[in-house]
Structures are given as structure tokens and as C-alpha cells.
């Protein structure tokens, strides 16, 4: 949702400072530098000026780290209160230099960025707002502050832009191809988000974003399915998974909707339990070639029941959950199965888990925590040997249907030479002695798979007993 943010501390008085600068760059009657941003489909071209870094704030509204303000929710709280305090300024430089997926870690691209700016200077201008906030440029002012700059060259927007009009700016520039830092996979569902939330078509905002429509819809349902996660992840204290924990998973995620998409038409309720499932692999930290084996065969084949440890499976079976009312209709519509609760309930049992294993405020006590920990990692062990077993099944199954497929492919390059031996004739082309020779060679071929496919088979069927007599004297049939 957009927010409107009130006027920094001394605005006016900044404001004031940037008319002054502006006219004097007019006024000189020097080769005036000016920067060029997308405004409404149109170009807008704004002066630039240099501003001092003392005096510039941190956009709280930035696209670029809004997944990453849950990093701690005390300081996200107090960021909404006071977006200009010190406090929440300081939080806003931590998370510039952060990584995306791990705000623990100082990230090495803001190091490289650092290192660029402390050799060759600032080549591109930032943006600003008339009271000095900035638009585009935070992680540049974060690194020209560490390295000791004490100004900063800045295209000023003008100042009839509301907050709407700057978040379209942020996001015009964000989305051109020639950007230098793309936001994180969750910023970007979030500023698709927005852009929704303004009153924009799917077609329109999946255009801005390059993408496909199919595509913007598939982020939508995976965004709404994290924030679902998170809701359910609650537990005392108000400790929850965060955006941030799903950085890494963009992948798994979209292989998860594609998956979903197929199922659902034909069967929901498998639909629902291969959901729940993969987004708890997800959450313990399953790679991408792992999660793929919890499919409709892994549901099918109960893997995962036969190794879950009693304090995790869900209570399946029975008669399952009664219909749900719906009130003033005199209607009901069906529960979901025992099976989709019992995926439901183990999945929440594993994001409390890792939301009070992460935790790092005082919510929890040390045995808390310990206890958190000791679910999350017999959860892991429990996938871990449920997938393990899937992925020993399915290659023995794939083996067992190696040699099948590739006789049936071998059927298929037969039947196209039948059509190129058409061909060749029709056109006095072929090559008759040639010919011989891989019709000999395909005896061969013919009389060695004869041998093994009668081994072992009493009873063979007629396919194979075909082929043993066609073979048993040398000249097939």
C-alpha cells in the first residue's frame, strides 16, 4: 500500500536552499547539467545541482528495501512512526548496505559500489524531492557518507510531485534496462503490489515491468501465498517469518505455482497438500532438484508419513472436517480434506518453528528457542529421508521405463525411413548397397535384444515372443 510520508524536519529551509542553487545554475550561463526521468509515458527533464549529503534523507518509501525493513520489527515500527528520526535513518543505511536475502551480511556489491565511487567518483546523478528526500541514489549516498563525501550531485523533481508520483518515478527508473542494481525478487513483488493497489490494469503493469500478463499474475499468487505463510507463522510474543526469508527462493516458488496451476483443475485437495509440503521444504531449506520430488507420486506413495515423528503428523483420516456455513445463505460449502488440514497444520508447525528459531529479540527463552530449533531440524530429517526414498523410487522407475522409451523412439526413426525410403526410390536416389548393410546391421541390433528380452520370462508375451521366433532362424519374418 502507498504511503503518504509527512515533511522532513527543516524542509522549508532545504527547500529554500535548493531555489537558491537552481537559480544560480540558471544564472551562470554555464553549460547547465540536466537529467531525464519517465514521467506518466512522458520524458521530464530536471536540473542538477549539488546538494550537501548532511542534509539529504533516506526515501522510507524506497522500493529497494521494503522487504528488508521486517529485518527487525521494533525498528520497522519505529520507521513508521518516525520515518526522519535519527533512528530510522540509521536503519535505513543498514539495510541499503545489507544483502537482500541475508541482513546479517554486509553486501559485496555495496562494497564494489564504495570502491567504484572512491576511485572514479560519482558518474550519474541521484534524484531528490524538493524537501530533499531522496528518490533515487539511497545506496550512492550511503556509500559517498561512508567514504567521507560531503556533497552529492542530484536531479531536483518538482515540487508539485506527491508521493504517488515519486514511487512512479522510482519505479520508471528501477525498470530500465540499463539500471546497475535490480531490486530483490520480493521488493519487486511488492512494488507490483503497489502499482495494483493505485488502480492499474494487469496488462499495464505487467507492460512496466516487462513481463508477461501470465507472469504478473503467477508473482501476485506467490506474494499472496508468503503473505498467508507469514500470517500463520505467528505465535506468542508476535514473532513471525518475514519477507525477507523468501529472497532466495524465487524459483522454487514459481515451480511451485506452475505445479499448482496443473493440479488444481483436476484434483484440488492434491493441489493443496503438494502446496503446503513444498512451501515447508521451502522453509527448511530444500534445494530446487529436492523439492521437485514432492509431486503427485510423493502424495500418491505416502513417503512422507511413514517417516514424520508423532509430535509432527497431523491428524488425518477419519470423517473428515464438517461443511462450513456460509451465513444469510442458508448454504455450505465443502472443508478442505483431512489430508489438506494435516499438510496445513505441519507446514505451521515448521514456519512457528523457524519464525521463534530466528528470532532475535526477547520473545523467547533460551529453552524456547532450543525447543524451536530441535522441531525445525526433526521436521528436516523427516523430509530429508521422505525425499531421499521419492527421488531412490523414481530413478528406479525411470530405468524401468528406459528401455521401453527407447524402443519407441526406435519405432519412430523406423517408420520415417519408411518415408525416406519411399522418397529415395521415387526419386532414383537410393543407395541400395547401403541400404543392405543397415538392414544387416538392424538384424544384429534385432537378434541381441531377442536374447536378453527371453531371458528370465517364462511366459513371454507376444511382442517378445515375436521377436525370439523372428530371430531364432536368422531371417525375420
Known sequence: MLREFPPPPRAAEFSELIKKRLEEVKSSGSTR??????????????????????????????HRIRAQRSHDPALDEALDKDPWGSESQDYLRFLLKAEPADTNRRDPDFDKLKADLEQFGQNDPGLVTHHGVL???????????????????????????TWADIAAVELSLQLRNDHRRDYSYINRLLAMEEQATLGRTPEVIAKEFRVRTATYHQERWILSSIRDLIERSKAAGGVALRLVDFEDDQEKLKELHRLYEKLQGVDRDQAERIKEIRLAAILLGFSKTDIRHIDE??????????????????????????????????????????????ARQLNEKIARARAAKQANGSE????????????????????????????????????????????ADACADIDQCVVDLVQARASRSLDEEVFDEAVLRLRESLKKLAQQAGRGIPHPGDGVSWLIDATASGDPK
Open 33 to 62: 547539467e540536466t537529467v531525464t526521468v519517465d514521467w506518466n509515458g512522458q520524458p521530464l527533464h530536471v536540473e542538477v545541482i549539488d546538494l550537501p549529503l548532511s542534509g539529504l534523507y533516506f526515501n522510507p518509501g524506497t
Open 135 to 161: 528518490v533515487n541514489g539511497n545506496t550512492r549516498a550511503a556509500a559517498l557518507r561512508e567514504i567521507g563525501a560531503q556533497s552529492m550531485r542530484v536531479g531536483i523533481l518538482p515540487e508539485s510531485f
Open 297 to 342: 507420486q510423493f502424495l500418491k506413495a505416502d513417503y512422507l508419513a511413514k517417516v514424520l515423528p508423532p509430535d509432527l503428523a497431523g491428524a488425518a483420516g477419519g470423517t473428515g472436517p464438517s461443511p462450513i456455513a456460509i451465513p444469510g445463505l442458508g448454504a455450505a460449502v465443502p472443508a478442505a480434506s483431512s489430508a489438506v488440514s494435516a
Open 364 to 407: 523467547f527463552t533460551d529453552a524456547a528457542q532450543q525447543a524451536a530449533q530441535e522441531v525445525f531440524q526433526s521436521a528436516k530429517a523427516a523430509f530429508d529421508q521422505a525425499i531421499e526414498d521419492a527421488g531412490r523410487d523414481a530413478r528406479v522407475r525411470k530405468r524401468k521405463q528406459l528401455a521401453p522409451a527407447r524402443l
